[in-house]
């Protein structure tokens, strides 16, 4: 499975493909500044001393894999500092990064990332609904994990699609607290032998909500620790294009057949809610000079209490005050601030419309085009 695409202006990047070998010599092959989101599901390092038995004495399957070994905390930050360091060098200026872990390590990533000039804009914590029980009854119950979203540096205009969020959480605010459970049933993946085929296998529905809430279709996801391919599966599916790393081949083999078998969304449903920050600015002058509204011309508030004409130069004069749409209507209001799209109405065919409706359209048309 292999999908070569030439970025424009940029080397090329294998796209939709699953790189087989280390993560930080396969990040450093490829072209910096060409990632627009790195997803990062790294070893833990655990650090388990023997085996973990259930109550009935059977033995739990434990993470005890050597790819999450290391002989020591220095060994790890090594690692870890030299993978995010790779991470950061593909990234765009716009890019970001999702770092997940547990109590294990995730201080100790979260460190590194603001040594490394990385700018931490959340920690999410995936609380786990159904979690595995603490079977020795010498600790709390370990029933979350932490996940760190970074921009690249600080002041960098990543994407959030706040909207998009909000509407997937019935209309509230997304907050920093996921309950989602974990993999189980038929999305956890098997082997040949029945066993899992990954012991940390992240549920779809984790990646679903970091990919529609800070990528756009046609969006470059890279996972350096790809496993059976979770993320490669939801950016599939999303209409985003995904590169993976992975050395096991063991894990590639199963994230191979999975992701064959996944179809892309069609096109009118990978659109979601967007943030009206994120559409294109209009300013009131622009229907001015098109003609959609002349000078000299009426508008009206929409509590029909004030009225001001428009001006040649896309301000309006009202009273004893002139300026923008947004200070007229402040000031008429004897508010603070006032949202002249909103507050501000013409005449046609004898019934009030908001100036709103003009700005609309054209931002369709602008949309237009760059379809």
Same mark, same amino acid.
């Given at each position: 499975?292999?999908?070569?695409?030439?970025?424009?202006?940029?080397? =090329?990047?294998?796209?939709?493909?699953?790189?087989?070998?280390?993560?930080?010599?396969?990040?450093?092959?490829?072209?910096?500044?060409?990632? *627009?989101?790195?997803?990062?599901?790294?070893?833990?390092?655990?650090?388990?001393?023997?085996?973990?038995?259930?109550?009935?004495?059977?033995?739990?399957?434990?993470?005890?894999? *050597?790819?999450?070994?290391?002989?020591? +905390?220095?060994?790890? *930050?090594?690692?870890?500092?030299?993978?995010?360091?790779?991470?950061?060098?593909?990234?765009?200026?716009?890019?970001?990064?999702?770092?997940?872990?547990?109590?294990?390590?995730?201080?100790?990533?979260?460190?590194?990332?603001?040594?490394?000039? +990385?700018?931490?804009?959340?920690?999410?914590?995936?609380?786990?609904?159904?979690?595995?029980?603490?079977?020795? &009854?010498?600790?709390?119950?370990?029933?979350?994990?932490?996940?760190?979203?970074?921009?690249?540096?600080?002041?960098?205009?990543?994407?959030?699609?706040?909207?998009?969020?909000?509407? @997937?959480?019935? &209309?509230?605010?997304?907050?920093?607290?996921?309950?989602?459970?974990?993999?189980?049933?038929?999305?956890?993946?098997?082997?040949?032998?029945?066993?899992?085929?990954?012991?940390?296998?992240?549920?779809?529905? @984790?990646?679903?909500?970091?990919?529609? &809430?800070?990528?756009?279709?046609?969006? %470059?996801?890279?996972?350096? +620790?790809?496993?059976?391919?979770?993320?490669?599966?939801?950016?599939?599916? @999303?209409?985003?294009?995904?590169?993976?790393?992975?050395?096991? =081949?063991?894990?590639?083999? %199963?994230?191979?057949?999975?992701?064959?078998?996944?179809?892309?969304?069609?096109?009118?449903?990978?659109?979601?809610?967007?943030?009206?920050?994120?559409?294109?600015?209009?300013?009131?002058?622009?229907?001015?000079?098109?003609?959609?509204?002349?000078?000299?011309?009426?508008?009206?508030?929409?509590? !029909?209490?004030?009225?001001?004409?428009?001006?040649?130069?896309?301000? @309006?004069?009202?009273?004893?005050?002139?300026?923008?749409?947004?200070?007229? &209507?402040?000031?008429?209001?004897?508010?603070?601030?006032?949202?002249?799209?909103?507050?501000?109405?013409?005449?046609? *065919?004898? !019934?009030?419309?908001?100036?709103?409706?003009?700005?609309?359209?054209?931002?369709?048309?602008?949309?237009?085009?760059?379809?």
């Amino acid at each position: 499975m292999k999908t070569t695409i030439k970025k424009k202006g940029a080397s =090329a990047l294998p796209l939709n493909t699953i790189l087989n070998g280390d993560c930080i010599k396969m990040m450093n092959s490829l072209p910096e500044n060409s990632i *627009d989101l790195i997803f990062a599901d790294p070893p833990y390092n655990l650090q388990l001393k023997g085996d973990l038995h259930r109550p009935d004495n059977s033995k739990v399957d434990a993470v005890d894999n *050597d790819w999450d070994q290391f002989s020591s +905390f220095a060994a790890y *930050d090594k690692f870890t500092h030299e993978w995010l360091k790779a991470a950061r060098r593909l990234l765009k200026p716009s890019g970001a990064i999702w770092v997940i872990g547990s109590y294990h390590n995730v201080f100790r990533m979260g460190a590194e990332l603001q040594n490394q000039g +990385f700018w931490i804009l959340n920690d999410v914590v995936w609380r786990k609904s159904n979690p595995m029980p603490n079977f020795r &009854g010498k600790r709390f119950t370990n029933a979350h994990e932490t996940m760190i979203w970074a921009s690249k540096s600080e002041g960098a205009r990543y994407t959030f699609n706040y909207e998009a969020l909000k509407a @997937l959480n019935e &209309g509230v605010q997304m907050r920093s607290d996921w309950v989602l459970p974990i993999c189980t049933g038929h999305e956890r993946l098997k082997d040949e032998k029945g066993d899992k085929a990954h012991p940390t296998q992240k549920p779809e529905s @984790l990646l679903h909500r970091v990919l529609i &809430g800070s990528t756009n279709p046609g969006d %470059v996801v890279l996972d350096p +620790f790809f496993g059976t391919g979770t993320t490669g599966a939801v950016a599939k599916m @999303l209409g985003r294009d995904f590169i993976g790393v992975e050395r096991e =081949a063991a894990y590639r083999k %199963v994230a191979e057949k999975r992701l064959s078998d996944i179809r892309k969304f069609d096109r009118e449903s990978l659109q979601v809610s967007a943030s009206k920050r994120a559409e294109p600015r209009v300013p009131f002058g622009q229907l001015v000079e098109r003609g959609m509204l002349r000078p000299g011309e009426e508008l009206f508030s929409m509590n !029909k209490r004030h009225k001001a004409k428009v001006r040649a130069d896309g301000t @309006l004069i009202g009273d004893d005050i002139k300026g923008s749409i947004h200070q007229v &209507g402040a000031h008429l209001e004897g508010a603070p601030s006032c949202n002249g799209w909103t507050y501000w109405c013409f005449k046609q *065919d004898g !019934k009030r419309v908001p100036i709103d409706v003009l700005r609309q359209q054209i931002r369709a048309e602008m949309t237009d085009r760059h379809n």
